[in-house]
Nanobody, 121 residues
Framework: QVQLVESGGGLVQPGESLRLSCAASGDIFSIQAMGWYRQAPGKQRELVAVTTADGGTNYADSLKGRFTISRGNTENTMYLQMDNLKPEDTAIYYC???????????????WGQGTQVTVSS
């Protein structure tokens, strides 16, 4: 079993910043990719940012320059720095890891439970 836990969400005013964290634990041999997704009310879940094992990153075009994804010093951690937040950033944010297991050499996607980010004046 693998568990992902997000933290750092909350209520902020426009222009403020938040940093989300995600930590994975369990049956992990390697992490092939890490990413953040979000889902706003009435909308489909969308990509925020992804980072791969080679250090490559991919961002939603609308978020480049405001959001930054990074791997933590702890191997199984990931962060999303969100600056200059806007009301349209309001959503539930989910972390996603693609993990190769130790037990059966299978690659699976795992999702966190989500953390609410609300940007409002």
């Amino acid at each position: 079993q693998v568990q992902l836990v997000e933290s750092g969400g909350g209520l902020v005013q426009p222009g403020e910043s938040l940093r989300l964290s995600c930590a994975a634990s369990g049956d992990i041999f390697s992490i092939q990719a890490m990413g953040w997704y979000r889902q706003a009310p009435g909308k489909q879940r969308e990509l925020v940012a992804v980072t791969t094992a080679d250090g490559g990153t991919n961002y939603a075009d609308s978020l480049k320059g405001r959001f930054t994804i990074s791997r933590g010093n702890t191997e199984n951690t990931m962060y999303l720095q969100m600056d200059n937040l806007k009301p349209e950033d309001t959503a539930i944010y989910y972390c996603n890891y693609r993990i190769l297991s130790c037990s059966d050499d299978a690659t699976r996607n795992y999702w966190g439970q989500g953390t609410q980010v609300t940007v409002s004046s």
